[in-house]
């Protein structure tokens, strides 16, 4: 990737908040009932997270396509479309959907570059742009995240050992004006172990994640006519079943699965997980 691309992607964290902020209304001019977490509730994955007294269920779709693969002087480029619903507290499914709680409706399209840096070091710039929809309420918010991603790896006998770290700026600004921005720097280590058995004609394996996530400005969820809750820390703890070789699932290409939950600070989550650091 070009030496200006990388730059930019630098840049962006620093520009794009100044910007938003020049269009956002003060928040007291906005109504909190009407205010979703936007950013939130589109990138974290399938599952369902507690806040307060509210829950919030989402499913996401993971839809990319690799336009280039990475090679030893060229950088590998992935495009992005994954599309998120959200479903707020959900008791009868068929009623809440019909009539109130179809809460989010959001995509988010962008670009990720991945590039091996140094030996066992991989790089993964990343910036997206998208919108979401409120279908109780008419609501809509443009989303944006932009950052980058990096994985050393390495074998230690039968361990595959990484540790990962993601850097990123994201926000929502809702047509009202308002806007929520925020930074998260995460931190993990994930463990990739062979159990023997095979699926399918490949080899399996376990793996465990933690990981820790650190917002330098506070995540805010808004909860109505209640205080929001603010939260600066949350950690995650998972456990993966996965095989060597990707296995193509309704067309896509899926090499691990499991469950994780991430809480802290009045916030809980069960989340569907896929890979690391996503």
């Known amino acids: 990737m070009p030496l200006r691309a990388v730059l930019l992607l630098a840049l962006l964290p620093t520009l794009l908040p100044t910007a938003v902020r020049a269009q956002a ?26 806040i307060g007294d509210r829950t919030v269920t989402v499913l996401r779709l993971p839809l990319s396509t690799v336009l280039r693969e990475p090679g030893d002087d060229t950088w590998g480029v992935r495009l992005k479309l994954p599309v998120t619903f959200g479903l707020y507290n959900l008791s009868t499914v068929v009623e809440d959907i019909a009539n109130r709680n179809l809460a989010t409706i959001g995509a988010m399209p962008g670009v990720e570059f991945e590039k ?16 979401a929809f409120d279908a109780s309420r008419g609501d809509r918010s443009s989303i944006w995240e932009v ?24 926000g929502n600004v809702a047509r009202d004006g308002v806007s929520q ?3 998260v720097v995460a ?27 650190a917002f330098f400005n506070r995540i805010e969820f808004l909860l109505g006519d209640r205080p929001p809750r603010a939260l600066q820390h949350q950690f995650e703890l998972a456990l993966t ?20 939950v991430r809480f802290g600070e009045e916030f809980y989550a069960v989340r569907l997980i896929s890979g690391f650091l996503y």
């Open 147 to 170: 950052g980058v991603r990096s994985v050393w790896s390495r074998s230690f006998r039968r361990v595959d050992f990484s540790l990962g770290n993601a850097l990123l700026y994201a």
């Open 181 to 183: 921005n925020y930074g």
């Open 116 to 131: 091996e840096v140094a030996h066992n070091w991989v790089l993964k710039p990343t910036a997206s742009l998208g919108g």
């Open 25 to 50: 209304a003060p928040r007291s001019n906005a109504e909190p009932e009407q205010l979703v977490d936007w950013y939130y509730a589109s990138t974290f994955g399938t599952g369902v997270y507690r």
């Open 241 to 260: 079943f996965g095989t060597y070789q990707p296995v193509r699932v309704f067309g896509f290409a899926v090499d691990r699965l499991g469950i994780g």
């Open 187 to 213: 931190t993990g280590v994930n463990f990739i172990v062979p159990t023997g058995g095979r699926v399918f004609e490949r080899v399996t394996n376990l793996g465990f994640h933690a990981v820790h996530y």
